[in-house]
């Protein structure tokens, strides 16, 4: 057994224990993490196989956006754990089931194996390209020539997603301190500056009386 074979079945390990830690533990935080630990696993296995883009890429948005923003809500939600637990031998049966159809369905796929592709090994143009480089070079190159419009296509509507999510939550209140754009624009110095005459020369105050201390009035 080689370096890179040990090496996957120490991630593959790891990943298992991971994944089964998930669902077995009692604290929600725990869980969590156990699933960021999974998630690197996965990774780790992605990377042996020379698939550094989705490697990188499951770092990123999974572990660093998405687990980290279940982690803060898992933490600030007072998730009462009895009420949980209510109703597990209950429903156990059902989940029994379908997790043996599961594994079932995955020794079948996996124990066939993946026939060889009959496909013809001739590459030319882009494919030659494609193979001297690697997985993330040859990723882009595809993206950015033969997938060009359904890339811009799906960008378009992401950024008609946001716009739209933006524009239904957006609510306008009463009580906000917001100002216009346009009415800053439209602005005239007359609606800024107020003019207040005064006059040149004032006439000096008329200076309070001195009282009298007890020692002048006793001289």
Not at 114 to 124: C, G, Q
Not at 134 to 152: D, F, I, R, S, V
């Amino acid at each position: 057994m080689d370096v890179k074979t040990g090496l996957f079945y120490f991630f593959a390990t790891v990943l298992l224990l991971a994944a089964f830690r998930v669902i077995t533990a009692r604290n929600p935080v725990h869980a969590v993490l156990f699933l960021v630990l999974a998630f690197f696993q996965a990774s780790m296995i992605w990377m042996l196989l020379e698939a550094e883009f989705l490697a990188i890429t499951l770092v990123l948005v999974y572990v660093g956006a998405v687990m980290v923003l279940f982690l803060f809500v898992v933490m600030m939600l007072d998730i009462n754990l009895d009420g949980v637990r209510e109703g597990f031998w209950k429903h156990f049966p059902l989940a029994a089931v379908v997790g043996v159809f599961i594994i079932v369905e995955m020794s079948a796929v996996l124990l066939a194996g993946f026939p060889n592709s009959d496909a013809p090994a001739v590459m030319t143009g882009l494919g030659q390209a494609v193979a001297a480089t690697t997985n993330t070079k040859a990723l882009g190159l595809l993206m950015y020539t033969h997938y060009l419009y359904p890339l811009e296509v799906a960008a378009a509507i992401l950024l008609v997603g946001m716009i739209a999510a933006i524009a239904l939550t957006l609510r306008h209140r009463k009580d906000i301190k917001a100002i216009d754009p346009a009415d800053q624009v439209r602005v005239k110095w007359a609606d800024r500056l107020v003019v207040v005459k005064l006059d040149a020369t004032q006439a000096a105050p008329v200076a309070p009386a001195v009282e009298t201390t007890l020692e002048e009035k006793k001289a």
